[in-house]
Structures are given as structure tokens and as C-alpha cells.
């Protein structure tokens, strides 16, 4: 039988920054803490709910310190993630996503039997899942939060209309065990549309949907608490619609490349890049420096990565090698040398990695494990 080694830890409390092992995924303190700040201070402007996203980070260290810094709760995407933020003691969590299969659905019912002073949501567009819900939390004594998808343009899950809606939640109100909480309207399209009129218009869009679905739930004497959604590129608009009561952007207390290349809005917070991805020149020769870190240790899916620094650029990228090229004045790299590189798209950067480096003026502060990476199910 083969064992799995003793797991690898790049770092220890109090390294320095440069004799961290690489390819090593690197956190900011003090840009992160100040976006954790921004964020709350924007949520408390508008007074919305912040529910953070923690698909971005997949850390429960970085959830408690968001929820410290005024968030509810947080939102993930699958019932893996759900379990170990819950099993972690972090007491609100929403899956902002459907869940469908038998063995899914019994966990995530399990799931809140077993922490029945938790809160735990998620969401549906399907009645037959609803029932299903419905059912098994009546056998196995347990309760959910149960919020309607709503399909405002992104047509990848979620109910079309407000019939749809009403018909959905009556079934969910059908249901002793499962409370009925509102509208789940995230406009995931919009999130990376460059310019800032874009953006407005397509939430502009997605809140007239939410409202006339909200009329429609009144309508039928069906309670609708909570209209939820917003994202990094769009929450100051659903914040601002007096319509959205909770907002739910995850990017921002990390920021990558992609978010970067958003026209910025006068209105909004600006985020600081808090998430890098540190490297080690192994092998240079004149204007090219080849680093130790590839496809595995970063996403490209929205891009290449940037360098921290000026005169090189990214030519290329394999498996377990990224190569620089000069490109102009900039500092002179040689063997051994660590850089730091602003990942493109940072949920799947941060699924690579098993430990974040918590690094302050350049020393580490503490190094935390990405406890649900891998949790896709």
C-alpha cells in the first residue's frame, strides 16, 4: 500500500516572506483588512445585509474574520463546502445553488439535523426537489431556510417567471419543516461587464424582475423577508435598489486580474489585489526567468496571471513552469529569486492550494488551511 507523505506546509509563523516554499499562495494581511473594512463600511451605508461569498476563499478562518468585520453569514455553492463551514461552527450558511440527487439531498438534511441551532438555506427552482425537501426534513425531524431561484438573465438555473415563483413557494410554505425565506436573484452575468453603464443596466434589469416577483409573492399572501444576490462587480446597485436586502459578493476580499479589468465606479469601494501567488526563479537566462509555479498552482480560465512588478510580462505557461519576458525597464531577476504574481481568476486559484500564507510586512503571521478545497459535491 502507498502512504500519502506527510503533508507539505510552505511556511511557518515569523519566516520571511522571500524563504517561503513555492509555489505558495500568498494573503496580505493589511490589504485584506482593509478590504474586509471597505466592505462592511459599504454594506452599513445602504443598510443591506453583507452574506460574503466563501466559494472565493474556502477558508473558515477568513468567514469568522468576515463575519467579525459585520457579515450574517456567509454563502457557499455546494453541500461539501456547507459542511465544513457548519461542522466549523460558522452558525448561517446559504447555498446559493440547487442541490439535486438522493445522496445530496440527504445530506444536506442531515446536515441540519445535526447543528439545529445553525442556520442553513438553499435554494430551489424545481418543485419536485422542494417536496422532496420537504419530506425528508419531516422524517429526519430536521428544518431549512429555503429561498426561490430566481432567473434574472444569467439563464443558468432558476425560475422564469413570477408564476413560476409563487407556484415554488407555495409548495415550500406546504412544508412544515421548511420556512420560506424570499428570492435568491443573483445577476452573475453582469459581474464582469467592463463598463460601468453595463453593469448598472443589467442589475437595473434583474431588480425589476425581483420586484415584480416580490409583488406577485405578496400578491399571493406568500411572505417574501429576504431578496438576495450582488456580486463584487455589481453589490453597490443591488445595495442601492431598496429592493435587495442582502448582498452577497465574494472576489472582494481576495481581487484577481479579471475584477482588476472592470471600469471602476466612482460610487463604489476600491478593493486592494490581497491574493498572490508566490514563485521561485528556477532557471533564467538573459531576458526570459522561467518560475516553479503552472497550471497547477493557478487558474487561467479568465487570463494570465500579472506580475507584481514592472518590466516582465507572462509569455507562457505550462503544467509546473510560468516563463517571463523583459519587456522593458524593470528590476534584474536571477536564480533563486521569488515573485509574486496577482492570479487572473481567484475561486479556482484558491481550490489548487492546500494552506494560505498570512503574510504582514513581508513576515508571516500565520499560515491557514483552505479547509473546503476539493469540496465540489
Not at 454594506?43 to 459585520?70: D, M, N, T, W, Y
Not at 453569514?73 to 460558522?90: L, M, P, R, T, Y
Not at 420560506?180 to 461587464?193: E, I, K, S, T
Not at 446597485?237 to 481576495?254: D, H, R, T, W
Request: aromatic share 6%; glycine share 8%; proline share 5%.
Amino acid at each position: 500500500m502507498v502512504t500519502r507523505p506527510t503533508t507539505w506546509i510552505p511556511a511557518a509563523k515569523g519566516d520571511r516572506l522571500q524563504d517561503v516554499d513555492t509555489p505558495a499562495l500568498i494573503l496580505d494581511l493589511d490589504r485584506f483588512e482593509t478590504n474586509l473594512a471597505r466592505m462592511r463600511a459599504a454594506a452599513a451605508s445602504f443598510q443591506v445585509r453583507l452574506r460574503p461569498h466563501a466559494k472565493s476563499h474556502k477558508c473558515v478562518e477568513i468567514a469568522r474574520r468576515q463575519i467579525a468585520a459585520g457579515a450574517i453569514g456567509i454563502c457557499c455553492q455546494k453541500v461539501g463546502e456547507a459542511e465544513v463551514f457548519v461542522n466549523a461552527g460558522i452558525g448561517d450558511v446559504l447555498i446559493t445553488n440547487e442541490v439535486v440527487g438522493e445522496r445530496k439531498l440527504q445530506r444536506l438534511v442531515q446536515l441540519a439535523r445535526h447543528h439545529p441551532n445553525a442556520r442553513l438555506g438553499v435554494c430551489v427552482d424545481n418543485v419536485q426537489t422542494a417536496r422532496r425537501l420537504g419530506a425528508l426534513c419531516m422524517a429526519q425531524q430536521a428544518r431549512l431556510d429555503v429561498y426561490v431561484d430566481l432567473d434574472v438573465g444569467q439563464n443558468r438555473t432558476g425560475v422564469a417567471t413570477p408564476q413560476e415563483a409563487v407556484e415554488l413557494a407555495r409548495t415550500v410554505v406546504a412544508c412544515p419543516r421548511l420556512t420560506f425565506m424570499g428570492l435568491h436573484a443573483y445577476a452573475g452575468n453582469a459581474q464582469h461587464r467592463r463598463g460601468v453603464p453595463e453593469r448598472r443596466a443589467a442589475v437595473e434589469a434583474a431588480t425589476r424582475k425581483a420586484a415584480e416577483t416580490r409583488a406577485a409573492l405578496r400578491a399571493a399572501d406568500l411572505p417574501c423577508e429576504v431578496i438576495t444576490g450582488g456580486g463584487t462587480g455589481t453589490f453597490i446597485y443591488e445595495a442601492g435598489s431598496q429592493i435587495f436586502s442582502e448582498i452577497q459578493p465574494g472576489s472582494y476580499v481576495l481581487m484577481d486580474v479579471d475584477y482588476a479589468r472592470n471600469e471602476q465606479d466612482q460610487n463604489a469601494p476600491r478593493f486592494e489585489h490581497a491574493l498572490f501567488i508566490l514563485a521561485t526563479v528556477m532557471s533564467q537566462r538573459g531576458d526570459r526567468a522561467t518560475l516553479d509555479a503552472g497550471l497547477k498552482a493557478f487558474s487561467t480560465d479568465a487570463g494570465l496571471p500579472a506580475p507584481t512588478f514592472t518590466g516582465w510580462q507572462v509569455w507562457s505557461v505550462s503544467d509546473e513552469h510560468t516563463v517571463l519576458q523583459r519587456t522593458g525597464d524593470g528590476p534584474s531577476i536571477k536564480l533563486g529569486d521569488k515573485a509574486l504574481l496577482v492570479p487572473s481568476h481567484c475561486d479556482p486559484t484558491v481550490n489548487l492550494h492546500e494552506w494560505i500564507v498570512a503574510v504582514r510586512k513581508g513576515a508571516v503571521e500565520a499560515v491557514w488551511p483552505i479547509d473546503a478545497r476539493g469540496a465540489f459535491f
